[in-house]
């Protein structure tokens, strides 16, 4: 295993595995790959690759690899930060309201 344990990291670096993983599976570098659920149009592309030369850094995070939330059943308070977009994040804050921050699009659950 040639990955390093997450918790050795710099809290820094911590997020960059998820990142550029996200980046190389996303729409902008992997269209019409396997990889990539979503073909963008030729426009698209450049739109998209503009939209991401123009943001600040943590805006072009949540544009590449985008933020869930989990709020209190009341959505008074945070339950939960930085959830990694997976069921098992869902099934761990049973009870919750999720806020799925994508950059152009949001979506709760």
Known sequence: DLAPDPALLCPALRPLFRLIFALVTGPLLATGTPLCAHTLTPDERAACRYLYEQ???????????????????????????????????????????????????????
Do not use: C, M, N
């Not at 943001?55 to 008074?76: C, F, M, N, Q, T």
């Not at 977009?85 to 919750?96: E, N, P």
């Open 55 to 109: 943001l600040p850094p943590r805006a072009l995070e949540v544009a590449v690899y985008p933020a869930l939330i989990a709020y209190s059943a009341d959505g008074s308070e945070v339950v939960q930060l930085d959830l990694r977009l997976s069921r098992h994040a869902l099934d761990k804050a049973q009870g919750s309201i999720f806020l799925l921050d994508g950059y152009t699009s949001l979506v709760i659950y």
